[in-house]
């Protein structure tokens, strides 16, 4: 059931305002003040009586005028929001949101308007732009050049952020795609790696006075996708595409059709970290776009090309892949690139055939491109133009195909936007469901788009097989995404390798420093609701029977989340629960072990036995029973590179 009310308590007032318009949460806690001080308008955010922002700027430039300065406080109106929905394929199924809403309308001496929108929840802000008709309602058609927004921190502050990428570089020039590495609990003028600035999400530390975590969320056609500038006289600002971006093609500044509203930037604010990876902010301000004849699909799938690479994609091999899909009471397969080529559109059928009456759906993967990169993985120029796309839909549909994989966009210009959208809404209309690779944030998709299943915009499995360096970091990158990167989005990080070695002879390759627990633990804690794991079949043998036992049972859709310890880039542990059944999942990245005692007391556990899968020095994984004495306090030592998961209802 979904029950949406707004009540409207003070209209629009007009004339002159002196002083600053606060809007506090339900529970007072959290206040938004916003003024506008020699002309620029401004706000500050506070959390217990804590300063978090303070003094930032607000306003756009536009083609129209500059919406960012010379401008007056005209009205304002406030409201209360109750909103109550199930959304699937994130981290919570069911959702209570309740804001106070404050919006503030200001106006320069042009005659140029532009309103504030707030909402404000116990842990959240929520703001965007809502900008009428200008020029007494003559000028319809806008381009927004750049935006004054920005985020004055305390100096107190520290910055766990990850660079945003040069336009065009990389493999086949397909960057930005959101994989670069993590500056964590660093000064705020630590310069971003490309001098481009940071991506969405940014987590900021405000000394000992509390947590931010800043994204956006209801991206689509109609706008870009923004990121953080550079530490710049003291503020983090919107930044919007690179012009290189798409091999320079499209524009970096979004034209909006009037009336219009801008996506929403979100701030996630509290004393402890609970609050920002439990949050689910991206979705409570966003609606679904479209209706589909099905939910998107949740499932668990093998695929070769992870740890076998572009050698197994041929008929044999991916038949081998559906069988270990089989043994494992999976539900997919996914078939990567080069399907066209080395197994040919006229032999598919057969593919699909054999997947088909093993009971395992196909993911057919294909390249976004299009002339905004080099890429030669195929198949290409199916799905950068309408004609061709819904050619390839119903050719999908027509062979049993339910969902597909797309891979290599070319950045965050509105132009991209649209071909994810156009993607999406084309592949509903065949009742196929949407994975993203080499891409950007999603930013409110799972519940914007109702066939939208996975994005990667992560240093990904696949950095395991490339380079020493990510199995080096595999732990410390997993410590931050629960903070972070999956905090405001699922993240399809095609996980749980269980070879020691990156290699299909599992003899040569990159070498795995982490447990098999710490795999168990990634499944849980890595949340996308299609699961694509990187089993091999000689795992079924070679691996603990005990850790293969946990990934044929493993699901892949949560009910709830709660963040029980941890700090980013050190150690983290996550309650998540499907059905009446907890999965409490911890990794560790420090040197040392971390001998932590788990408060589980709010997870009304009903028993006192659980089983525990864990790392242990020198040990094979094994599942022991486990005790809950006192729930309150569960003692478990966490090895270095080396996880656990306790099961228990
Ligand atoms: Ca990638």
Known sequence: M????????????????????????????????????????????IYD??????????????????????????????????KSYDQDKIKKSHIDYEANRLVTTLRNDKGHEVSVEWLVSDNDVAFRYVIPRQNNGETGAMVVRSEATGYRFPGETKVFLTSHSEP???????????????????????PSQFGRGFTFPGLFRVGDKGWALLSETGVDGYYCASHLSDYNDGVFSIAYPMPEENNGNGTAAPGIALPASTPWRTITVADNLAPIVETTIPWNVVEPRYETSRPGRPGRGTWS???????????????????????????????DAGWDKNIGYERMPELLGYAKDRGIRPILWYSSSGHWNDIVQSPTNKMDRPIVR?????????????CIKVDFFGGDKQETMRLYEDIL?????????????????????????????????????ENLIFEQIHCDLEAFHATLHPFIRNAVALMEYGGSVFNRRMNRDNKSGNTRLTGDGFQLATSILFQNPVQNFALTPNNLTEAPADAIAFMKAVPTTWDDTRLIDGYPGKYVVLARRHDDKWYIAGVNALKEPVKVKLDLSALGLKGAEAVIYADEKGKELKAKPLKLKNAASVPVEIMPDGGFVIVCE
């Open 2 to 45: 979904k029950k949406i009310y707004f009540s409207v308590i003070l209209l629009i007032s007009a004339g002159a305002w002196a002083s600053p318009l606060t809007v506090a949460s339900p529970d007072g806690k959290l206040k938004v003040v916003t003024d506008v001080a020699g002309g620029r308008p401004v706000y500050s955010v």
């Open 49 to 82: 009586g804590n300063t978090i922002l303070e003094n930032s700027p607000l306003g756009l430039l536009t083609d129209v005028g500059d919406l960012s300065n010379g401008m007056s406080l005209v009205g304002s109106e406030t409201s209360k929001v109750s």
């Open 168 to 190: 065009m570089i990389g493999w086949k020039r397909t960057k930005p795609s959101y994989e670069e590495y993590y500056i964590t609990d660093a000064a705020m003028d630590t």
């Open 305 to 335: 090309w992870i740890v076998w690479q572009d050698n197994s994609m041929n008929m044999d091999d991916q038949k081998t892949f559906i069988d270990l899909a089989v043994d494992l009471g999976y539900e997919n397969i996914l078939i």
């Open 390 to 402: 819904k050619k390839e839909m119903k050719w999908l549909r027509d062979n049993g195909v339910e």
């Open 425 to 461: 809404s084309d592949a509903a209309d065949h009742g196929i469901d949407v994975i993203f690779h080499g891409c950007t944030l999603p930013r409110g998709w799972e519940r914007m788009y109702p066939n939208h299943v996975g994005s990667e915009a992560v240093f990904a499995s």
